[in-house]
């Protein structure tokens, strides 16, 4: 910068840490910057290593993003391989390598991102256990596979890695079982959405246990808390990821209350010499205003740009010189999509449960919609919900699930959610239009103005957690989620769907009147209980809900998502012909 030379020092690639690296030079052409990787890849697509496995990604080399001799070439920067750091002197502003190497910095991004779990369990040290984080864990997956020929595979953990590595094994044949201690996979998502993951793995012939953890591995198999023993020629553990902070923890770094270090709103450390990116910390989720860990590419790669850019603003100043405007990092949403086969789950924000844990009053609004045109051939389902708080219509989150286009509108609602917007300006939103894309009103426009009814009373609408006491009483293992108030008369479930969609499946105990008969027929609904409507997906019962309320009804709420949500939700009530 202006004949003056200082070095930068980063401590771990990947991600974070290689975004930095480049970020300085484009903005110092004069500094000295020195990465030092811990592994024998600077920088891999650590999101593409299940699609490998699967076969989906051929070339392996693909996954290998640079190297220390293009990072050099490109960017002029000093790449150390197999370089683990093991201790910072802040004092002296030096770092010390496992080999006794000490490095001098003038500015020190961390970049250590985080670390698999292993859960200490007998057995864990068998050849066939196995963690996916690295391209070595990759590599020794794939070698095993190969040479061993595995024929059954048991998959610890329902998240991201887990589930696309349960999907990679399923597509090399192998019989999968999929554990999860919670009672749902992607345990961040609602009821609904990971019944609907659950059942896409099923139909493809996996296995899937929940609300269980592993007590033991051995030999050819594993036993789970239950005492249920599953073959398991192959075990992944992939039950969460820590932070990795001990370097930052042993050099006198706060630590957060989530357990990762602890930055302020410029990623700087308490250490002004000293900022930190990507899993290693701890951020500011964009709803609650709460320190939350949010540990996914996209976040660490805008974080290691920024913390980048504050740290040659930093030089600058110190210098007298003209610098680059220092950035805040304004927080994440844990903006997240995954894909289930052929089908694509996607979410941003919190969801209902989240929404309530965090003190939020909220409720849902979910519909099933096509994701275009009906009359353009293709349209395909989309499961949408919208999570608001109920006193100001503020977004607070949004999940999907679908074939096409779901990523299209969380992608869309990631946007909304920044923007603070509330249903009621969701639902005047104008979204590209064309039949082969979308439909007139979008969606999320549908949905939007479902909570918006829902809001003012136009049409009010029940959830099926807001369910919960009269299911659970009559399904006693079944757990739909908390609410505060229990209803003193059991409500009554109108079913408006066709004749043959009421005959296929529908809700023990409810009583049948398709939509186009409701109007002739509807003396015969009793007046004396509360009226729940079921529909295929939610758009029926919002007509009905309409009917009844203009002919006096006043205890009359449509079922949120209908009978798409609600099959999904009421297990062994379900008759079926």
Not at 186 to 199: A, C, N, V, W
Not at 283 to 301: D, F, Q
Not at 384 to 408: C, D, P
Not at 521 to 543: A, D, F, K, T
Request: hydrophobic share 40%; glycine share 10%.
């Amino acid at each position: 910068m202006r004949g003056v030379t200082k070095k930068f020092v980063i401590v771990g690639g990947v991600a974070a840490g290689a975004t930095a690296a480049a970020r300085i030079r484009r903005l110092d052409e004069e500094a000295d910057i020195v990465l030092l990787e811990r592994g024998p890849y600077v920088s891999f697509a650590n999101c593409g290593l299940p699609y490998h496995i699967a076969g989906e990604i051929e070339k392996r080399s693909k996954l290998l993003l640079q190297t220390p001799e293009g990072f050099f070439s490109r960017y002029r920067v000093t790449v150390r391989l197999n370089s683990e750091v093991v201790s910072i002197d802040r004092t002296a502003k030096t770092v010390t390598l496992r080999n006794g190497d000490r490095i001098p910095y003038d500015y020190l991004i961390l970049a250590q991102g985080g670390v698999p779990i292993m859960p200490s369990l007998p057995g864990v040290e068998l050849p066939h256990v196995f963690k996916l984080w690295t391209i070595p864990d990759m590599d020794a997956i794939h070698r095993y596979i190969k040479e061993k020929a595995p024929k059954s595979a048991v998959v610890v953990g329902g998240g991201f890695i887990g589930l696309e590595t349960a999907e990679a094994f399923v597509k090399r044949g192998l019989q999968v079982s999929i554990v999860e201690l919670m009672d749902r996979l992607m345990p961040h998502l609602d009821l609904p959405y990971g019944r609907k993951i659950q059942e896409r793995f099923e139909k493809e012939g996996a296995s899937v246990f929940l609300g269980t953890g592993l007590s033991a591995i051995e030999q050819g198999r594993v036993i789970l808390q239950n005492g249920t023993a599953l073959p398991a020629d192959l075990v992944l553990l992939s039950v969460g990821v820590r932070p990795n902070v001990e370097l930052a923890k042993n050099a006198g770094l706060a630590l957060g209350a989530t357990g990762a270090l602890e930055v302020d709103s410029y990623l700087r450390t308490k250490d002004p010499y000293i900022w930190a990116a990507g899993d290693m910390v701890e951020v500011v989720s964009r709803i609650t205003g709460g320190k939350v860990r949010i540990p996914l590419a996209g976040p660490a790669n805008r974080q290691g740009r920024i913390a980048a850019t504050n740290a040659v603003a930093t030089l600058a100043k110190e210098l007298g010189l003209e610098s680059p405007k220092p950035i805040s990092y304004r927080g994440a949403l844990g903006t997240s999509v995954v894909k289930i086969f052929d089908e694509t789950v996607a979410s941003t924000g919190l969801s209902l449960v989240a929404a309530k844990r965090a003190g939020f009053k909220a409720r849902e609004a979910t519909i099933l919609k096509p994701n275009h045109a009906t009359y353009y051939p293709g349209s395909e389902d989309i499961l949408l919900t919208l999570v608001y708080e109920e006193s100001t219509g503020r977004l607070l989150g949004a999940e999907a699930q679908g074939k096409s286009g779901v990523e299209k509108r969380i992608d869309a609602m990631a946007v909304a959610l920044s923007a603070g917007l509330t249903v009621e300006e969701l639902a005047e939103v104008d979204f590209a239009y064309a039949p082969p894309y979308s439909s007139a009103n979008d969606p999320l426009n549908i949905a939007a103005f479902a909570a918006s009814n829902a809001r003012s009373g136009y049409c009010p609408m029940v959830s099926a957690e807001e369910l919960h006491p009269w299911i659970v009483k009559n399904l006693k293992d079944e757990k739909i989620g908390e609410v505060s108030t229990h209803p003193s008369v059991e409500p009554l479930f109108l079913d408006v769907r066709t004749f043959g969609e009421y005959q296929r499946e529908h809700l023990r105990g409810s009583i049948h009147i398709p939509l186009d008969e409701v109007r002739d027929r509807w003396e015969e609904i009793p007046q004396n209980r509360p009226i729940r409507v079921i529909s295929s997906g939610g758009y029926e019962g919002h007509l009905a809900t309409r009917l009844l309320m203009q002919k006096g009804v006043t205890d009359v709420a449509n079922c949120s998502g209908g009978w798409a949500v609600l099959r999904l939700v009421l297990g062994s009530m379900i008759e079926r012909n």
